[in-house]
C-alpha cells in the first residue's frame, strides 16, 4: 500500500511540469507580437508576465527567464536554448533587465544581425513550476535599413489656421535613439516617449499658421540611427506634401479683345483670372455706376457690344470666400477724348510750338548781328570824315604859304584837328579851362625873290 502511494506521488511529480509546460494558461506574457530591429542596433523588448500559482510558482523562491527560439517545447531541441538568466546558456546577447519577482521579463537584446529574425518563446522555471508561454510568441525581425519616419499633422489645412506637425520615428533601442531633423528648422529638439505598448519613440513637433503659400510645400523628415556602437549611421527619409485649402488670390480683370483700341460698336471680351484652392467655383461681373455696382455676366469670359465706356471688374469665388480683381477702366474712341487723333494732333501742335521758338530765337540774334554791324559802319564813317576834314585843313595851309611871293613875314595859321568820331563833346567842355596845346609847322613856300622866306603855323591840337 505505502509503495502503490509512493510510487504514484514520483509519478504525478514526473507528470505535473508537463502539465504546466503544454497550458497555456499557465503562463501568459504581455509583450508585442511583431517586432523591428535594425542590425547592428539592440532591441528592448517589453515584456511583463503572469503565472498561475495553483501550479506552483511561488515569487518568494528564485525565478529564471528563459528564451527559446523557434520552437516552444523546451526539452525537444537543445539547439533553440539560446539564453538562460542562470548564465547556463548565452548562445545569443540578451539579458532580462526587468524584476522577474515582479512579474517583469522586459529584455535586451543586443548586437543584432539580420540572421537573428526568428520567432520566439519566453520561459519561466520556478522551483516545481516550468511553464513555457507557447500562446505568445514573439516575432523579431532584423533589418538592413532603417525605417522611415511618420509625418503626422493635426488640425484642418485651410489658410489661416493653426497646426501642429509632428515626425516622429520608432526607438526599438532606446540606449541609441534616432536623430530626427527636417526642413521646417534647423536642430529641432529631439523628445522619447513611450508608447502604450511600451515601444519607445522619437519625435520633433512644429505648429505652423497656414497660408496660401504652404500649399504645394513638401515637408522632409530624416531619421539618422547610430549602428555598431555609433562608429556607423544609418537613415531613412519621408516626406508629405502640404495641400492648404485657401480662398481665392490675385484675381485679376484683362481685356482679351481686342489687343488694341476699342471703337464703338465692336465686340469686347473681359477675362477674369484668379488662383484658389479648391479652384475658383464662380466668376462674377460687375459695373460701376452712380447707382451702384451692377452684376453684369457670370463667368470667366464676359463678352458684350462696346455702345459705351465704363468700369468694370470681376470677383472669384470659392468655398472658402471670394477675391476681387482691380478695376477696367474701358474708354472708346471718340466718345471721351480717348481717340488716337488726339494724340496726333497733340504732336502736331507741339512741333509747330518748338519751330516757332526756333524762329524767334534766330530773329533775335539777326537783329542784335545788324545793330552792331551798323554801329561799325558808323564809327568807321566816322574815321573817315575825320580824315578827310584834316586833309583839307592841310591844303589850305599850304596853299595860303603859296600865296605869299615877298617879305620875309612870318604867318601863323591854325588848323582844327578836332575829330567827329564818337561825337566828342565841345572843347570848353571836355578842357573844363585847361591851356591849349599849340604845335609849330614849318611851311617852305617856293623862291620868288632873292632869299628864302619862312612861313610858320599854328596848329591848335584839341
Excluded at 52 to 79: L, Y
Excluded at 292 to 319: H, K, L, P, W
Aim: glycine share 6%.
Amino acid at each position: 500500500m505505502v509503495t502503490n502511494m509512493l510510487l504514484l506521488v514520483l509519478f504525478v511529480s514526473d507528470f505535473l511540469p508537463h502539465l504546466v509546460e503544454g497550458a497555456c494558461e499557465h503562463l501568459r506574457i504581455t509583450t508585442p507580437k511583431q517586432m523591428e530591429a535594425l542590425s547592428g542596433s539592440c532591441l528592448l523588448i517589453p515584456c511583463i508576465f503572469s503565472a498561475d500559482p495553483a501550479e506552483g510558482f511561488n515569487s518568494a523562491q528564485a525565478i529564471f527567464g528563459v528564451w527559446i527560439k523557434e520552437e516552444s517545447r523546451f526539452g525537444q531541441n537543445k539547439e533553440n536554448w539560446i539564453f538562460h538568466s542562470d548564465g547556463t546558456i548565452n548562445t545569443y546577447p540578451m539579458s532580462i533587465t526587468g524584476d522577474l519577482r515582479q512579474r517583469n521579463c522586459t529584455t535586451l537584446f543586443s548586437s543584432l544581425e539580420k540572421s537573428h529574425t526568428n520567432e520566439y518563446f519566453f520561459r519561466i522555471e520556478n522551483s516545481l513550476f516550468k511553464a513555457t508561454a507557447a500562446c505568445d510568441p514573439l516575432q523579431i525581425t532584423v533589418k538592413d535599413s532603417p525605417p522611415s519616419p511618420t509625418i503626422e499633422i493635426s488640425g484642418d489645412l485651410k489658410e489661416e489656421e493653426s497646426v501642429t506637425v509632428t515626425c516622429s520615428a520608432p526607438a526599438p533601442c532606446p540606449h541609441s535613439p534616432p536623430k530626427l531633423t527636417w526642413t521646417l528648422q534647423q536642430d529641432p529638439p529631439n523628445t522619447m516617449e513611450e508608447n502604450p505598448n511600451r515601444i519607445f519613440t522619437t519625435k520633433i513637433q512644429k505648429t505652423l499658421t497656414l497660408t496660401d503659400q504652404h500649399d504645394g510645400f513638401n515637408i522632409t523628415c530624416s531619421a539618422s540611427y547610430p549602428v555598431n556602437e555609433g562608429e556607423d549611421v544609418k537613415a531613412a527619409e519621408e516626406t508629405k506634401t502640404l495641400h492648404v485649402s485657401y480662398a481665392p488670390k490675385d484675381t485679376s480683370a484683362s481685356v482679351s479683345r481686342p489687343s488694341g483700341s476699342v471703337s464703338a460698336g465692336s465686340w469686347v471680351e473681359l477675362s477674369c483670372s484668379s488662383r484658389a484652392q479648391p479652384p475658383v467655383s464662380s466668376f462674377t461681373w460687375f459695373k460701376e455706376s452712380q447707382d451702384g455696382d451692377m452684376n453684369v455676366s457670370q463667368g470667366e469670359i464676359y463678352s458684350f457690344n462696346a455702345t459705351e465706356g465704363g468700369r468694370y471688374y470681376c470677383v472669384a469665388t470659392n468655398a472658402h470666400g471670394n477675391g476681387t480683381s482691380t478695376t477696367i477702366h474701358l474708354k472708346l474712341k471718340g466718345t471721351d477724348g480717348s481717340s488716337p487723333w488726339v494724340g496726333v494732333v497733340g504732336g502736331i501742335i507741339g512741333i509747330m510750338i518748338l519751330i516757332c521758338f526756333a524762329v524767334a530765337v534766330w530773329w533775335l540774334k539777326s537783329k542784335h548781328t545788324t545793330q552792331e554791324q551798323s554801329q561799325q559802319g558808323e564809327q568807321i564813317r566816322g574815321e573817315h570824315e575825320t580824315q578827310i576834314n584834316d586833309t583839307q585843313r592841310l591844303t589850305a595851309v599850304q596853299e595860303s604859304a603859296a600865296a605869299t611871293e615877298t617879305g620875309e613875314e612870318i604867318h601863323y595859321g591854325e588848323i582844327n584837328f578836332s575829330k567827329q568820331r564818337n561825337k566828342s563833346p565841345p572843347v570848353s567842355e571836355q578842357d573844363g579851362g585847361q591851356t591849349e596845346d599849340t604845335l609849330y609847322a614849318e611851311v617852305k613856300v617856293s623862291e620868288t625873290a632873292n632869299r628864302p622866306e619862312d612861313l610858320y603855323a599854328q596848329v591848335k591840337r584839341k
